[in-house]
């Protein structure tokens, strides 16, 4: 197998690979509509208090994404 041959396979498997993860994040985000929600609405208005401030919503709302 060639150089270039092997280089636009790999950039095809790439492609596949990104929007295969996409897709996966759109499904995501989509079951966990929630408790993105949840979470916008405790952080909106803050900066760095955001971190502790909505430590739950954020524990959350990664778990639910974690699971998909």
Known sequence: MGYLQEAR???VKK???EALRSKM???AL???DVLCSKYAECARGRTFS???TCRKQAKELNNCLHQL
Do not use: G, S
Request: aromatic share 6%; glycine share 0%; proline share 0%.
């Open 30 to 32: 989509k079951e966990c």
């Open 9 to 11: 396979e790999n950039h």
């Open 50 to 52: 955001v971190v502790w």
């Open 15 to 17: 492609k596949v690979e």
């Open 25 to 27: 994040k759109q499904k």
